[in-house]
């Protein structure tokens, strides 16, 4: 005879016999229910951790956003959106750190408009604004991958010209410049002539410093201002004069102070 036919029904017998024992069908009760509310118990931690994690999900995208905006604020012009002084400084002290590892080129545009003080006497600030507005979207027009615009405050603007491989290559795009901004400009159906007056400044061969090429851009940007043959300037070192300052007055004829407004 085969002894596991025998085993079998002997264990079986002895498994019925203790499901027939006082109590263990309450102790598999007791065991069934305790691992019920165990399991409750984990589901109702996985639904409180779930919308924990959607709760700090909600709030770190609230912080980056309030985090992006207050960036935005602090490094852009309220009034254009475009990149403010302080953005502007970091840029170019970037772009001239840059430009001394790559031997590269650089050409700073310091821009104002001309008469911008009339336009606000005679047809208010919100027109000065306006009028804002409309430069700097013809600036952004013109900015790209090498050209970076921003406004310094008031009426003047910084224009930041990367990757320049000659001169000429700068007075080209400031002349696009020039060109853009002496189209009128149109508020409540009266046109506005608007001029600028630009200066310009080159890295390496006039300075290597910001405050050396702003300072140079400027007084050519005045140059250009009092001198309304030109619309704009570059500053120059001449060979022969070491440290002495010379303007090269270069670019398109602008209007005259009294056809500034129309």
């Not at 310091?110 to 430069?135: C, P, W």
């Not at 046109?191 to 405050?211: D, F």
């Not at 022969?240 to 670019?251: A, C, E, I, M, Y």
């Amino acid at each position: 005879m085969n002894p596991e036919l025998l085993i079998e029904p002997r264990w079986e017998e002895r498994r019925q016999k203790k499901e027939e024992e006082p109590g263990f069908t309450q102790v598999i009760d007791r065991f069934n229910v305790s691992l019920q509310e165990e399991l409750r118990l984990v589901q109702k931690e996985n639904r409180e951790l779930k919308e924990e994690l959607k709760r700090r999900t909600a709030i770190e995208k609230e912080l980056m956003e309030r985090h992006n905006d207050l960036y935005f604020i602090a490094n852009h012009d309220p009034l254009t959106g475009l990149p403010n002084r302080r953005n502007l400084m970091a840029c170019l002290k970037t772009l001239l750190n840059d430009g001394k590892a790559s031997n590269a080129q650089l050409a700073i545009g310091l821009m104002d408009l001309d008469n911008f003080k009339s336009i606000n006497d005679t047809f208010g600030h919100a027109a000065g604004d306006l009028v804002l507005l409309e430069t700097s979207k013809r600036l952004e027009s013109l900015s790209d991958s090498d050209v970076t615009v921003g406004r310094l405050g008031g009426d003047e603007f910084l224009i930041i010209l990367d990757q320049l491989k000659d001169k000429p290559k700068a007075i080209e795009k400031i002349e696009a410049i020039v060109e853009i901004m002496q189209k009128p400009i149109t508020l409540a159906q009266t046109e506005l002539q608007v001029s600028a007056s630009l200066g310009v400044a080159l890295y390496p061969e006039h300075a290597t410093g910001i405050s050396s090429l702003l300072n140079l851009a400027d007084e050519a940007m005045y140059q250009a201002k009092f001198d309304r043959a030109r619309c704009f300037a570059v500053a120059d070192y001449a060979v022969q004069k070491s440290d002495n300052l010379s303007v090269q007055r270069r670019g398109r004829r602008c209007s005259s102070p009294r056809d500034s407004v129309i």
